[in-house]
């Protein structure tokens, strides 16, 4: 978008904001936020929010390796790991809700939310899956890897599946919000 989206504002919040309060009202206690050595402008604008800042160095990298960076920042031994994007804002806290739910019920699989069919974010993955990230492979390989342990959990929530990615798409959100 050739700016920072997670600082954009969104209703009386930030992107970011948005996101980082649904985990924490759907109970999260150990949240890592990912940002790269020249994002400091994103972390000044967490400090005070009950989150680790983890760094991953390598700028141009997948996200993967953002994610390897999150894991090693976390505090607790979770038995899994909630992967949520911020430029997903509009993701519900009781759909996190749910999917935490799905996972305490099925512990061992993925979980990945749909709404009216189409896959969206974020994903919760078994921790004893998610650390596979660090033999070199990507969350889509994970995720392919084993279509048996892939569960897709119906939700009523289309922000899993409305991504920030263009100026359009944010201007779509910034209309939902205002709407609601």
């Known amino acids: 978008m050739g700016r920072t989206k997670q600082l954009l504002p969104l209703g009386s919040k930030t992107v970011i904001r948005h996101c980082l309060d649904a985990l924490v009202t759907a109970g999260i206690t150990d949240i ?3 940002i790269n050595p020249r994002s400091g402008d994103i972390a000044e604008a967490l400090h005070g929010m009950p989150v680790t800042v ?7 990298s997948e996200m993967a390796e953002s994610i390897r960076a999150g894991l090693r920042s976390l505090r607790y031994a979770p038995s899994g790991i909630l992967v949520c994007l911020s430029d997903h804002p509009l993701v519900r806290a009781r759909t996190i809700t749910a999917l935490i739910d799905e996972h305490r019920g099925n512990p061992g699989s993925i979980i990945i939310p749909a709404y009216l069919g189409r896959r969206g974010h974020p994903t919760m993955f078994p921790v004893q899956i998610i650390h596979e990230i660090f033999s070199g492979v990507t969350l889509r390989d994970i995720i392919r890897k084993d279509a048996a342990r892939v569960r897709i959990a119906a939700v009523d929530d289309e922000g899993v599946v409305l991504d920030m990615d263009t ?4 201007r779509t959100m910034v209309e939902k919000i205002g709407r609601k």
């Open 32 to 34: 890592a936020v990912v």
């Open 167 to 170: 100026e359009e798409n944010y």
């Open 54 to 60: 983890a760094v991953n160095d390598a700028v141009s």
